[in-house]
């Protein structure tokens, strides 16, 4: 093919072809790991966490959502060194973040991991000097968003 020669027609209708086949992947790829609108239970969150195949960070990385984010699976994120991706910033906080020139703002999303978890429990937890303060103390239970 590399020799082949095709009219101006022919080149435009390839060219469209691919622009579609490359459109319906990006769709096929944002719709597969975008579960911000669907409830999982534990277990296939768990099962797409421990998924080595599967993107933890970047724009492939799956997109879990609020209400699939509970005390159980921050206990498993903090326990088993696992990220999450939570949700995708609202277009309010892509504003307030222009200055921090990411290199895809459309792609920024809030993500819990186990340095944040450990973080959180050593600074509020119920051994810490916020609560020997009299902070009331944070556990994995009041750690849903």
Known sequence: MK????SNNTLKII??????????REEIRSKAFDFSSE???????KELLNNAKIPTSGRDAITFGTHN????????LHKNNK???IEKVSNKELELLQDANFRHPEDVRASLD????????KRHGVNSVNVK???????YELTKI
Not at 133 to 139: D, F, K, L, R, V
Request: net charge negative; charged share 25%; hydrophobic share 40%.
């Open 83 to 85: 990220k999450m991706i």
């Open 69 to 76: 984010l509970n005390p159980e699976i921050v206990e498993f």
């Open 114 to 121: 186990h340095e944040a978890i450990t973080h959180i429990l």
């Open 3 to 6: 020799n082949a020669k095709f």
């Open 133 to 139: 303060n009299g902070e009331s103390p944070i556990t």
């Open 39 to 45: 409830k999982l239970t534990n277990e296939q969150i």
């Open 15 to 24: 060219e469209e072809l691919n622009n579609g086949v490359k459109q319906a």
